[in-house]
């Protein structure tokens, strides 16, 4: 069997950095001053919601520059001839809070969402810049080669997403910040292709995770991270299966469990759980 097996390293230094640096971190009263912001900005949201619910949109940041407020008549004009939207909606987190966080909003024309692996390579999260070929800008940016844009049509919520807008989930706030667009699962079809993209082509069904930026309908991800979803296998079952499955392996390869090794023998999974069924079967992502 040629195909490619995924390997998950695992970098001590990089770990044993975080651990340092967490050490030297400042406290107030023993407390991170990051756990205590977000702790008074959730029994804030709580009291407003509770006793003067009318101030909620008070708590609301400005909106980016990307993001664009939008009336019924432009809603009703933004279909393309497939019944799909031209420009991306997501759902964008502005500060650490209540649920009143979580808004629906739509970008601008061009603009999509993207993970913080691409910060180097190509533009910081959570938003792109109009892209290349959109109806922005016949000169817009053009996506990394190995990347790309991904129509979405199904994410899963993961309990993560809660921490994000909790404002307790540490690689959100260190690599991304606010406002952030949360979720790791993406499952849709391929709209656009990098140029050196060969296992992915246009209109493509695909399926995989992103580094946050997943609540969105546009986004974009290296072609890495993605596999074509099989055919019976729903957008919905698809955007189910990465963040789990990623979460398992990683845990067995931190054991020293993944990759197995060779002739490993298969086994009875564990009580339904990945990591079981992974510990003892050669899975090929």
């Given at each position: 069997?040629?195909?490619?097996?995924?390997?998950?390293?695992f970098?001590?230094?990089?770990?044993?950095q975080?651990?340092?640096a967490?050490?030297?971190?400042?406290t107030?009263l023993?407390?991170d001053?990051?756990?205590?912001l977000?702790?008074?900005?959730?029994?804030?949201?709580?009291?407003v919601?509770t006793?003067v619910?009318s101030?909620?949109?008070r708590?609301?940041p400005?909106?980016?520059s990307?993001e664009?407020?939008?009336?019924?008549?432009?809603a009703a004009?933004?279909?393309?001839s497939?019944?799909?939207?031209?420009r991306?909606r997501?759902?964008s987190?502005?500060r650490?809070?209540?649920s009143?966080q979580?808004r629906?909003v739509?970008?601008?024309?061009?603009?999509?969402?993207?993970?913080?692996n691409?910060?180097?390579?190509?533009?910081?999260?959570?938003?792109t810049?109009p892209?290349?070929g959109s109806a922005?800008?016949?000169?817009?940016?053009v996506?990394?080669?190995?990347c790309?844009v991904?129509?979405n049509?199904a994410?899963?919520?993961?309990y993560?997403?809660c921490?994000?807008r909790?404002?307790?989930?540490e690689s959100?706030?260190?690599?991304?910040?606010?406002?952030?667009?949360?979720g790791?699962?993406v499952s849709?079809?391929?709209?656009?292709v990098?140029?050196d993209v060969?296992?992915?082509?246009?209109?493509?069904?695909a399926?995989?995770?992103?580094?946050f930026g997943?609540y969105s309908?546009r986004?974009?991800?290296p072609s890495?991270?993605?596999?074509r979803r099989?055919r019976g296998l729903?957008?919905?079952?698809g955007?189910?299966l990465p963040a789990v499955s990623?979460t398992?392996l990683?845990?067995?390869?931190l054991?020293?469990?993944?990759p197995?090794?060779?002739g490993?023998s298969d086994g009875?999974?564990?009580t339904?759980?990945r990591?079981?069924e992974?510990?003892?079967?050669?899975?090929?992502?």
């Amino acid at each position: 069997n040629n195909e490619p097996t995924l390997t998950i390293p695992f970098n001590r230094n990089i770990h044993r950095q975080s651990a340092m640096a967490a050490e030297k971190k400042r406290t107030i009263l023993g407390q991170d001053p990051d756990v205590l912001l977000a702790l008074w900005a959730n029994v804030l949201s709580w009291l407003v919601s509770t006793f003067v619910p009318s101030f909620l949109p008070r708590l609301l940041p400005p909106a980016c520059s990307e993001e664009e407020v939008e009336d019924s008549s432009a809603a009703a004009a933004d279909h393309d001839s497939r019944g799909g939207r031209r420009r991306t909606r997501c759902v964008s987190i502005g500060r650490p809070g209540g649920s009143e966080q979580l808004r629906i909003v739509r970008l601008k024309q061009g603009v999509a969402t993207v993970g913080y692996n691409l910060k180097e390579l190509f533009c910081a999260p959570p938003y792109t810049p109009p892209l290349e070929g959109s109806a922005a800008s016949s000169s817009g940016e053009v996506i990394p080669p190995d990347c790309v844009v991904l129509r979405n049509d199904a994410f899963s919520v993961n309990y993560a997403d809660c921490c994000i807008r909790w404002g307790l989930y540490e690689s959100a706030k260190r690599f991304v910040g606010y406002p952030i667009v949360p979720g790791f699962d993406v499952s849709g079809a391929v709209e656009r292709v990098g140029s050196d993209v060969t296992d992915l082509k246009e209109g493509d069904d695909a399926f995989g995770c992103t580094l946050f930026g997943a609540y969105s309908s546009r986004v974009v991800v290296p072609s890495l991270q993605l596999r074509r979803r099989p055919r019976g296998l729903s957008a919905e079952r698809g955007a189910a299966l990465p963040a789990v499955s990623l979460t398992a392996l990683h845990a067995l390869s931190l054991a020293g469990h993944y990759p197995p090794p060779p002739g490993a023998s298969d086994g009875a999974a564990g009580t339904g759980s990945r990591a079981g069924e992974y510990s003892n079967k050669s899975i090929l992502i």
